[in-house]
């Protein structure tokens, strides 16, 4: 679902061509996620068929043609639909997570704090459950170390969380 969200958000910026879009979103956040051509072109000409973007031929010499995308009034509404749509499966899913959070400026207060606690809770249950597994009777020295290796890297996201609770709580809308 990120990977629409991440691409209106590219055309909302300002008009772009595909390449131009898949190239800003790697720029930004290819360490969490791959644009592709397969996902790019074909959610492109969804949101052209939806009245979400429009696209105006860009002719150019020498080149090939190129189309340029421009959000509409509806692309702007599927954003905030797509920004405040966080479900607790989402909040399993690390990338889907950390993209939300980088999208915060599109989210009010109470939203915001509503995708940390989710995302919380699923890391509580997550670090109970692995704690639980490594306190297992077990042979096993490297199952054991990429256990603790994860505990290390779970408690580490829950006090980023927590600091970013505190940082949202501190916000005035």
Do not use: C
Request: net charge negative.
């Amino acid at each position: 679902m990120y990977i629409e969200l991440l691409i209106l958000i590219q055309i909302e910026d300002s008009p772009k061509h595909g390449y131009e879009i898949k190239k800003e979103i790697q720029k930004d956040l290819g360490y969490l996620t791959d644009v592709n051509n397969n996902m790019l072109y074909p959610a492109l000409r969804k949101f052209t068929e939806e009245g979400l973007v429009t696209k105006r031929i860009n002719e150019q010499s020498g080149g090939p043609t190129q189309y340029i995308y421009e959000i509409t009034e509806n692309g702007k509404r599927r954003i905030t639909e797509l920004v405040n749509a966080f479900t607790e499966r989402d909040a399993r899913h690390h990338s889907e997570f950390l993209i939300r959070v980088s999208l915060f400026r599109y989210i009010s207060q109470d939203k915001r704090l509503r995708i940390l606690n989710m995302r919380m809770k699923d890391l509580e249950q997550l670090l109970l459950n692995l704690e639980e597994r490594l306190e297992q009777p077990n042979i096993d020295h490297y199952r054991d170390q990429v256990l603790k290796v994860s505990i290390s890297k779970l408690k580490t996201e829950m006090s980023w969380i927590n600091k970013l609770i505190e940082t949202v709580g501190r916000e005035e809308e």
